[in-house]
Every structure is written in structure tokens, then in C-alpha cells.
T-cell receptor, first 114, second 116 residues
Framework: AQKITQTQPGMFVQEKEAVTLDCTYDTSDPSYGLFWYKQPSSGEMIFLIYQGSYDQQNATEGRYSLNFQKARKSANLVISASQLGDSAMYFCAMSAGGYNKLIFGAGTRLAVHP | ETGVTQTPRHLVMGMTNKKSLKCEQHLGHNAMYWYKQSAKKPLELMFVYSLEERVENNSVPSRFSPECPNSSHLFLHLHTLQPEDSALYLC???????????????FGPGTRLTVL
């Protein structure tokens, strides 16, 4: 069975510091994709970053980077230089098999303090 | 309009009512999805449509009935709902996977549903 686990219900970080949000996954498919989404209090899901299972290098998108450790089945999100606007729920998700469907973790609520 | 839109944004209905949620994508994608987000639960995939054909139904009760008349529109018809169906319903679209790469889903703003 496919599963995403986010063990941190809540995290806080000081503005301008870096923070790591944890994500582990489980799948028997050799091909899969890993995603991180941000959900502000307004409710919309915002795509942040993607990592393919065959990608050799960790994905980066601006202040976001994905620390992909395939053997440990982990895909942690690193946010550098946190901003107040980064306060939101963050979801790790996985797509495997057909039709690009996503399985989500429970999410981590990040609070950025000034 | 760009991206994925959903209407209405908020809906309050009684258990005997019939209502529909609408989703429209302007991205030229070939797959559309319905998700349910309840308080204190992970997002749950409800339905997947690929090229207007339903390809997945995750054991969703029959009181939820999806419809995909074309690749740009997706509906979720609701009837005789229960209070526990109150949740945020999110629609998403994407291009299907190709060549071992998966594509991100683009989400609409959601419909906040309250069943009294």
C-alpha cells in the first residue's frame, strides 16, 4: 500500500531562518513522483516543488529545496530564509501508478515568527 | 479566467437538498480530480477522470455523483448528504503522467460545504 507520513503536526521558525519539514513515503512502485504543496488559511493548494524517483539531483525552486533520500524513503522540504508569508499548512504528496493521482500526508502547520 | 475555478465557494445545505459543485479548468489538461478535505484528516481522493472517463472511484458513497461532460468541466452532484460530509471539496487538474515523469496538479480554491 502507498502511504505518506508527516510526523510533525506543527513547527515554528524565526523569520529569515531555514526550516526542514519531514516526509517519509512508502510504495512498491519503482516509478513515482513526490510533491510538496502549501495551503494558506484561504484554502487553495499551491504547488511548490516536485521530485521524480529517477532524478539524480535534489529538486530546487527558489527558496524551496527537496532533500530526497531514496534509500531512506524520505523527501524532506527545506525552506530557506523563512518569511512571514510562509506561515501555512504544508502537505507532502506522492503520485505512483496511473492517472497522476496524489496521496497526501496529514500535513505540517508552519508558523513563522518575526 | 485562468487556472482552476470552483463554484460556489461556500454552500450550506440540508440533508434532503440536492446541489451541485462545479469545477472548470482553463489549462488544457486531460485529467481532473475531486478531493475531500475534512478537519483533522488528510486530503482524500474521491474521483479521477482521464479524458472525460471516470478511472477511479475511491469507495465514495453513492450520494456523491460526479460528472465530466468535457475535458474542461467537472461536476459533483450532491444529494441526501449527512452532516459528516461537511468539508472542503477541492477540484484539481493535470496532464497525465508521461515518460516516467509525473505532473503537478493545479487546484481550485475549493467549495466549503456545510450540511445541516
Amino acid at each position: 500500500a502507498q502511504k505518506i507520513t508527516q510526523t510533525q503536526p506543527g513547527m515554528f521558525v524565526q523569520e529569515k531562518e531555514a526550516v526542514t519539514l519531514d516526509c517519509t513515503y512508502d510504495t512498491s512502485d519503482p516509478s513515482y513522483g513526490l510533491f510538496w504543496y502549501k495551503q494558506p488559511s484561504s484554502g487553495e493548494m499551491i504547488f511548490l516543488i516536485y521530485q521524480g524517483s529517477y532524478d539524480q539531483q535534489n529538486a530546487t525552486e527558489g527558496r524551496y529545496s527537496l532533500n530526497f533520500q531514496k534509500a531512506r524513503k524520505s523527501a524532506n522540504l527545506v525552506i530557506s530564509a523563512s518569511q512571514l508569508g510562509d506561515s501555512a499548512m504544508y502537505f507532502c504528496a506522492m503520485s505512483a501508478g496511473g492517472y497522476n493521482k496524489l496521496i497526501f500526508g496529514a500535513g505540517t502547520r508552519l508558523a513563522v515568527h518575526p | 479566467e485562468t487556472g482552476v475555478t470552483q463554484t460556489p465557494r461556500h454552500l450550506v445545505m440540508g440533508m434532503t437538498n440536492k446541489k451541485s459543485l462545479k469545477c472548470e479548468q482553463h489549462l488544457g489538461h486531460n485529467a481532473m480530480y475531486w478531493y475531500k478535505q475534512s478537519a483533522k484528516k488528510p486530503l482524500e481522493l474521491m474521483f479521477v477522470y482521464s479524458l472525460e472517463e471516470r478511472v477511479e472511484n475511491n469507495s465514495v458513497p453513492s450520494r456523491f455523483s460526479p460528472e465530466c461532460p468535457n475535458s474542461s468541466h467537472l461536476f459533483l452532484h450532491l444529494h441526501t448528504l449527512q452532516p459528516e460530509d461537511s468539508a472542503l471539496y477541492l477540484c484539481a487538474s493535470s496532464q497525465g503522467p508521461a515518460g516516467g515523469e509525473y505532473n503537478e496538479q493545479f487546484f481550485g480554491p475549493g467549495t466549503r460545504l456545510t450540511v445541516l
